[in-house]
């Protein structure tokens, strides 16, 4: 707790700060940016193309 500009009191807990905006984008581009990079074209891989293959048939 710290000392207010009229000698209140107040309350500065890590819950009651709010979120930094760096924070938030920063944890998105971690969660999302490998995702991202690891989608691969759906018709360049063999596995998709035997996909494709048996649903045609």
Same mark, same amino acid.
């Given at each position: %707790? *710290? %000392?207010? &500009?009229e000698g209140t009191l107040v309350n500065s807990t890590y819950f009651s &700060?709010?979120?930094p905006l760096r924070l938030i *984008?920063? *944890?998105?581009l971690a969660?999302?940016?490998p995702l991202l990079a690891m989608q691969l074209?759906?018709?360049?891989s063999y596995?998709?193309?035997f996909h494709i293959f048996?649903?045609?048939h």
């Open positions: %707790m *710290l %000392m207010g &500009r &700060r709010p979120i *984008l920063l *944890l998105t969660v999302h940016g074209p759906i018709t360049n596995d998709a193309n048996f649903a045609s």
